[in-house]
């Protein structure tokens, strides 16, 4: 297991700066990380700083309270993509879910996943805020839109990636789909449990630590 390949190498604050994502991209360069993940202002930015090489660019949509109009976050979407995003993460808007409102979850995957045509899409579901019941059935909505992940966190919440959460998103899924653990993925212990519990893919700022551990205990 090559735990490097499964890191989205991430900065998501709002005061970072344009040296705080060359820094980044530098990092994901040197460590060979599957992608960095940044907020879209920094896009054409980063853009021409990855091109030979063969790290994707991940960017967040409709971050971090996911409460946009669902046009608003096509629109945002559509732009990503044609500026020469591989990777979207876009966050739900919890408050369906907790109204009950199942329709609309699922129309906005399938509305963004018509849009998206081969390009890898993330539902970062927000777990704390969910029961495990809602859990279930955000996660089965996805799978059956065909979103390529679902997504635990934005790491901007009251709480980040469990592995219990973990291990449950994986059991609500089919083979298709795939789950990506962030928020408050720290050290190589914390990564590890959440590829243990099923994710395949690891969100974290700690990349450069995770990494080095892992390659010193080799």
């Known amino acids: 297991m090559k735990l490097n390949k499964m890191i989205d190498h991430t900065n998501l ?11 980044l991209i530098l990092e994901a360069i040197k ?8 907020n879209p202002s920094f896009l054409l930015f ?34 990503l993509i044609e500026n020469g995003c ?18 609309k979850i699922e129309r906005e995957f399938s509305r963004i996943r018509e849009t998206t045509t081969g390009h890898t899409i993330k539902v970062i579901i927000e777990t704390c805020f969910l029961s495990k019941d ?5 996660c089965k909505i996805a799978d059956k839109c065909s979103i390529d992940f679902v997504k635990t966190s934005t790491g901007f ?3 980040g990636a469990t592995a219990e959460d973990v291990k449950l998103m994986k059991e609500s899924i089919s083979s298709k789909t795939s789950v990506k653990a962030s928020g408050g993925i720290r050290t ?6 959440m590829v243990n519990a099923g994710a395949s893919r690891i969100g974290t700022s700690q990349g450069v ?8 205990n080799k």
């Open 157 to 159: 919440a009251k709480g």
């Open 188 to 193: 190589y212990d914390d990564a590890i449990k």
């Open 31 to 38: 460590y060979d990380f599957f992608a960095i993940c940044i």
């Open 86 to 103: 591989d990777e979207i993460d876009f966050v739900i808007n919890v408050a369906h879910v907790k109204d009950n409102q199942f329709d």
């Open 134 to 138: 809602e859990i279930v059935k955000v």
């Open 13 to 23: 604050k709002p005061d970072a700066t344009q040296k705080d994502i060359e820094k």
């Open 46 to 79: 980063a853009k021409p700083k990855l091109k030979h090489t063969n790290i994707k660019i991940c960017c967040v949509a409709s971050f971090p309270f996911g409460t946009t109009s669902l046009e608003a976050k096509l629109a945002e979407i559509k732009w």
């Open 209 to 216: 630590v995770i990494a080095e551990h892992s390659e010193t």
